[in-house]
T-cell receptor, first 112, second 111 residues
């Protein structure tokens, strides 16, 4: 099992640019989570999906952030336009029938 | 709402020392409790879990006991190693809801 796959692993972009982060959950898992981690705010849940449907997006910071899950094997988190304060590590996690979440390696985003 | 409070870090110990990282929670009902570990440059990994009161989760020499009467789930290890240096997160899950994480405790073990 390849685990949760995220791409890119590192992204450096200029303020105002669009950023798209990608996630492939573990096959067979029906829940997917996007988190953001910073030194100041720790680990924050942004949004999660169950069976490809967004269940709770209350953690999405503002309208510049959007997430989609067009099918069970793929999700995107998009930031448009990006700002320096969006710099963080973004994690995707998936969960099957058990309670355990499996995390991907993260995408380190730097917005200059 | 549900919440998790962890012992503030950072924690620095010498190799072979005894480790305790405190975790207390507030939740309605009977949550499942977890400890996750994050090694440098990696995502979080499940370290251990307990799903009901008095259960003890254990893995890699770490242990934590679900204490309903004190709403606690403290992480312990009898003899830490340099390779245990990481950030440790306590978390709870109540029902079908999302995981609620504590703020994390950074642990550094010196040789």
């Amino acid at each position: 099992d390849a685990g949760v796959i995220q791409s890119p692993r590192h992204e450096v972009t200029e303020m105002g640019q669009e950023v798209t982060l990608r996630c492939k959950p573990i096959s067979g898992h029906n829940s997917l989570f996007w988190y953001r981690q910073t030194m100041m705010r720790g680990l924050e849940l942004l949004i999660y999906f169950n069976n490809n449907v967004p269940i709770d997006d209350s953690g999405m910071p503002e309208d510049r952030f959007s997430a989609k899950m067009p099918n069970a094997s793929f999700s995107t988190l998009k930031i448009q336009p990006s700002e320096p304060r969006d710099s963080a590590v973004y994690f995707c996690a998936s969960r099957g029938e058990t309670t355990e979440q499996y995390f991907g390696p993260g995408t380190r985003l730097t917005v200059t | 709402g549900d919440s998790v409070t962890q012992m503030e870090g950072p924690v620095t110990l010498s190799e072979e020392a005894f480790l305790t990282i405190n975790c207390t929670y507030t939740a309605t009902g009977y949550p499942s409790l977890f400890w996750y570990v994050q090694y440098p440059g990696e995502g979080l990994q499940l370290l251990l879990k307990a799903t009901k009161a008095d259960d003890k989760g254990s893995n890699k020499g770490f242990e934590a006991t679900y204490r309903k009467e004190t709403t606690s789930f403290h992480l312990e290890k009898g003899s830490v190693q340099v390779s245990d240096s990481a950030v440790y997160f306590c978390a709870l899950k109540a029902g079908a809801q999302k995981l609620v994480f504590g703020q994390g405790t950074r642990l550094t073990i010196n040789p």
